[in-house]
């Protein structure tokens, strides 16, 4: 248990549907990340949110949207996708401490998607 | 650009020793982290270096040379649950929000 925790588990979704992801962390910290894994392939950043503000937007498509209403929520709203989106998505968090800003990231157990 | 190589793959035996290598080239540096990864698990973090040198925690120990990009993991007294995939990441400058950019992590396979 991290402390950074992920819903659903699992999901499978068709190419016309919309759902979202959930990402929820309750440890203080103010940065939370996406990232998707695929298999063989590094994990790849999607997202940065720093201080609820997105700093970086990994040229991702914009059938992925991510949402960041506070410091401790973090969704990624999914629209047409397509099947080589299917992958485990992983959220992070971190915290930025004042005199400690090289904090390791947590990572959440991550949503495995599959399209259809 | 931003690369980050390790071995895809690797296999020891119970009760040996293991090294894994990282080398990374990055625009901006900000220290350089080690994952375990389990299947179907989150990665969980091992080890962080932003200074040359060793640093040892318990039977892992994780090495860092700035200069010449270049990192490695080492793990002691191998059991057989350290098979697992072990990730080296690079973090991003803080203005870049302290991203991390990994590797394609290392298979590691312990064998009795």
């Known amino acids: 248990e991290t402390g950074v925790t992920q819903t659903p588990r699992h999901l499978v979704m068709g190419m016309t549907n919309k759902k979202s992801l959930k990402c929820e962390q309750h440890l203080g910290h103010n940065a939370m990340y996406w990232y998707k894994q695929s298999a063989k392939k590094p994990l790849e950043l999607m997202f940065v949110y720093s201080l609820e503000e997105r700093v970086e937007n990994n040229s991702v498509p914009s059938r992925f949207s991510p949402e960041c209403p506070n410091s401790s929520h973090l969704f990624l709203h999914l629209h047409t996708l397509q099947p080589e989106d299917s992958a485990l998505y992983l959220c992070?968090?971190?915290?930025?401490?004042?005199?400690?800003?090289?904090?390791?990231?947590?990572f959440g157990q991550g949503t495995r998607l599959t399209v259809v | 650009g931003q690369n980050i190589d390790q071995p895809t793959e690797m296999t020891a035996t119970e009760g040996a020793i293991v090294q894994i290598n990282c080398t990374y080239q990055?625009?901006?540096?900000?220290?350089l982290f080690w994952y375990q990864q389990h299947a179907g698990e989150a990665p969980t973090f091992l080890s962080y270096?932003?200074?040359?040198g060793l640093e040892e925690k318990g039977r892992f120990s994780s090495f860092l040379s700035r200069s010449k990009g270049y990192s490695y993991l080492l793990l002691k007294e191998l059991q057989m649950k350290d098979s697992a995939s072990y990730l080296c990441a690079v973090r991003g400058l803080d203005n870049q929000g302290g991203k991390l950019i990994f590797g394609q992590g290392t298979e590691l396979s312990v064998k009795p």
């Open positions: 992070a968090s971190r915290g930025r401490h004042r005199y400690k800003v090289n904090t390791e990231a947590f």
């Open positions: 270096n932003v200074l040359d």
């Open positions: 990055t625009s901006g540096f900000n220290g």
